[in-house]
């Protein structure tokens, strides 16, 4: 089995295309070209029906459209931000929403030539994980997104924005390594030269610590970029605030970390949201350092994005400068993330279920 199941809405009755590699395309003893040169129609021309691809035989895109559909989701919103940062709202097509968030890059990060070009993706809608600070595990988990579901937002973005993404981070709604198997056959169609043609080094994971699934992904072949959300440099803090710590805790988090970096010999990120009061002060800072200059890992600081409802704020500037001057004097590498997009609630961590499925009738009419 290669993904969840997914309840279809009665009007969505097809298969989605999109789940599919070109060789399982269903064309008995069709020639290898042929399949490839559908796979040319969706993801190079981005043929919106099979009957625009004029370079097939009619009965076979006949056949196709009674059994396939090409769309996976729709725009349900789109709202900028100052920044240029821009957040989508997707309805698939069993009615659930989840959310996507394009950020250029930032000329003070990356230099003023950078053209990076980011999209921040969702792999499921909801997350069973319950992080206290996030938004996105507010109103639990709904399901998993398909593999064609989780390419579509890149397709979909693209096509809003007319222009082209060459970098992808897994940060979005949900947890993507509860969703493994899909992430994989999505990461596959997103690299292949016949599909999206984003190498995997511009591809990075973020999670919240799923030590079994750290694991088997140190034996996966793929080259992606794992990051850690830490959050915490002890059991102590990270207990108050991420529910699966109790399941893996720091010592069997970093072990399992120390495994990824000796097989895969690539640089592990640690995301550090800084929280007010809850995990800012030096003796995390100094804890953290230990743990990064142990796994050679750098370290991102996210000051907090406040979420409607949750008590957590965002430390001072002078704290947040405090701990990150901890982490330098042991030369650790370490950013201190702006985040983008916070005007329009579109920072990664805060995508909300119910706040938009409640303001979804408001906005359309
Ligand atoms: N579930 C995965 C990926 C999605 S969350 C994970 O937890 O890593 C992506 C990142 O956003 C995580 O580092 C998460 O901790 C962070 N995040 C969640 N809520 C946030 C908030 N309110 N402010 C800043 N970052 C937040
Ligand atoms: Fe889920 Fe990640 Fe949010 Fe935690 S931070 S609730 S794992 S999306």
Request: with cysteine; proline share 6%; glycine share 6%.
């Amino acid at each position: 089995m290669t993904h969840a199941p997914r309840p279809l809405a009665p009007s969505a009755t097809k298969a989605l295309f999109l789940d599919l590699l070109p060789d399982e395309y269903p064309l008995t003893d069709a020639p290898p070209f042929r399949k490839r040169q559908i796979a040319e129609w969706v993801f190079k021309k981005r043929a919106a029906s099979f009957t625009d691809m004029s370079s097939l035989p009619a009965a076979w895109r006949a056949d196709l459209d009674i059994r396939f559909t090409l769309r996976a989701l729709e725009l349900a919103r789109s709202q900028g931000a100052t920044d240029a940062t821009r957040k989508f709202l997707w309805r698939l097509n069993d009615g659930a929403l989840v959310e996507s968030v394009l950020i250029p890059a930032s000329p003070a990060l990356y230099g003023e030539t950078s053209d990076r070009l980011t999209l921040c993706i969702s792999t499921q809608v909801g997350c069973a994980y319950g992080c206290r600070f996030c938004a996105s595990g507010l109103d639990g988990f709904r399901r998993n997104l398909s593999p064609g579901e989780i390419v579509a937002q890149i397709m979909a973005a693209e096509t809003a924005s007319a222009s082209r993404v060459n970098n992808l981070v897994f940060m979005g709604m949900g947890e993507p390594l509860a969703n493994y198997d899909n992430l994989m056959r999505a990461i596959d169609i997103i690299n292949a030269p016949w599909g999206l043609g984003i190498g995997a080094r511009h591809i990075t994971v973020s999670t919240s610590g799923l030590v079994p699934a750290i694991l088997r992904l140190a034996d996966d072949p793929r080259q992606i970029r794992l990051a850690i959300s830490l959050h915490g440099a002890t059991d102590e803090v990270r207990d108050r605030i991420m529910p699966i710590n109790r399941k893996y805790p720091v010592a069997d988090l970093m072990e399992a970390c120390a495994q990824y970096r000796a097989k895969k010999h690539r640089v592990l990120t640690f995301e550090y949201i800084l929280i007010d009061g809850i995990n800012d002060d030096p003796a995390q800072a100094r804890l953290l350092a230990e743990h990064a200059r142990r796994l050679r890992a750098k370290v991102n600081l996210i000051p907090y994005n406040p979420v409607h409802g949750l008590r957590f704020r965002t430390p001072s500037d002078a704290r947040m400068a405090a701990f990150a001057g901890v982490l330098e004097a042991r030369r650790v590498p370490a950013t201190v993330r702006r985040e983008k997009g916070t005007g329009i609630d579109a920072a990664c961590g805060q995508l909300r279920l119910k706040t938009i499925r409640a303001e979804e009738p408001k906005r359309r009419s």
